[in-house]
Each structure stands twice: as C-alpha cells, then as structure tokens.
C-alpha cells in the first residue's frame, strides 16, 4: 500500500512537470497553434505538444520527415526562414498580382504568358473562384502560425533546447499580434491559409471540412480561443 502511494505521488510529480503553468505571454504564443494543436489533440498546455518520451520523440520526427522533409536541426532552421520571407503568404501575393495585372486573359494565355507550375495553377484557379474571401488577405497567421509549430516540434524532436524554442516562438508571436486584431481574425487567416496551401494539390474540399470544424470548436462560447483575451502585453 505504501509503495502504491510512493508510486502515485510520483505519477503527481511528473505529470507538474510535464504540465506547469505557462506564464501568461507563453500561453498566447502557444495558443497560435491552437488548430494544429486540437486536430492532433495535442496539449495547449505546454511548449511540447505532447509527454516528452522515446515514442513521442519518434513520432515528432516522423512527423517532421514526413510533412516537411526535415530529418536535421540545420534543415529545420533552414525552413523556419523560409516559411517567414517565402512561404505560402508569397504565393497568395504572387497570384494576386498577375490576376490583377492580366483581368483580360484566359487561364491559358496565363498559364503559358508566365510558365506557371501546376501547384501555381491551382493557385490561381482557386483564387479567382474564391476571390472574396482573398482579395484582402494576406495568410501570414499561417505561415507564421505554422513556424511556431515547428518550434515547438522541433524541441519534442530534439533539435531546438527549451530556450531556443521559446526564444523563436516569442519572435513570431510579437511579429502576428499587432498583424490582427482578435483571435478571430487571426484564425481567419490561418484557416484561409490553410486551404490555399490545400488547393495546390487539389484537396482544398478536404481541408475545409476539417479546419471549418475546428475553427468553430476554438472559437466557439467555451472555446479555447474564446477564452483567451488577444492583447496580451508581449513585450520582453
């Protein structure tokens, strides 16, 4: 019974650990992954998105092969730089100023006028029909969003240490704040991101059901953005 007890409080004292109050600045950068944080059902809690353990260490590189060819710290580096200067932001630009520049032209003549690649036609096929919701955004709450995770997979992976993390995420989470002005414009944006970077390989439809879904968990009365005020004082 005794060695029971010794055991549970034990259990206690890893999962405080594991779980410790973020301060009120780290709760908010964390926060900005709140779409990728619920479809993973990872933790909204803490820098890691999950237990730090041999299995999940594996999973988070998996992860990181995976979806983003990133198997080395330099490589991860390497991507959170580009996704800041070039990343999908860039691509919504680019299409945007030849559909304003070329009003009187045929996919086609686009098409064949600026060599376009596919995933840049399906760019621009997908904004035009959906210009609306296009025309004055910018999706940098996704590419910059999406750097955070990364971050914070990059730690559970092995390659940034807990300061190196904090230091990058803080960075991007001063760079969104004063890009938007409630949590529900900032998630706007990434969900709109999102889709766009979908429509490149034509699951725009899939990517819709799944993040619309989220989206409204988050923001909904009781959702975790909801909860959350979105001045925040970040300053070092």
């Not at 100023?97 to 096929?125: A, H, M, P, T, V």
């Not at 706007?188 to 889709?195: E, K, M």
Request: some cysteine; charged content about 25%.
């Amino acid at each position: 019974m005794k060695q029971r007890f010794l055991c549970l409080l034990l259990l206690a004292g890893i999962r405080v650990c594991l779980f410790a109050d973020l301060t009120e600045e780290r709760r908010w950068a964390i926060a900005l992954t709140g779409i990728m944080t619920e479809i993973n059902n990872d933790s909204h809690d803490t820098l890691n998105f999950g237990a730090i353990n041999g299995v999940n260490k594996r999973k988070y590189l998996e992860i990181l092969r995976r979806d983003w060819s990133i198997t080395t710290r330099e490589e991860l580096l390497e991507t959170i730089t580009v996704m800041e200067l070039n990343g999908h932001a860039s691509s919504l630009a680019f299409v945007k100023k030849i559909i304003g520049e070329n009003k009187d032209l045929s996919f086609n003549s686009i098409f064949n006028k600026f060599q376009l690649s596919s995933r840049q036609y399906n760019y621009l096929k997908f904004t035009i029909a959906n210009w609306g919701h296009y025309y004055g955004r910018t999706i940098l709450a996704w590419d910059l969003g999406r750097n955070i995770a990364l971050c914070r997979w990059g730690y559970d992976a092995g390659f940034l240490t807990e300061d190196e993390a904090w230091e990058k995420i803080m960075y991007y989470a001063r760079k969104i704040q004063p890009l938007y002005n409630s949590w529900a414009e900032y998630g706007l944006d990434y969900y709109f991101g999102r889709i766009f970077w979908a429509s490149g390989f034509g699951a725009e439809m899939d990517y819709f059901l799944k993040t619309d879904d989220v989206y409204r968990k988050l923001m909904d009365q009781g959702g975790y953005w909801n909860s959350l005020e979105w001045k925040v004082n970040l300053d070092p």
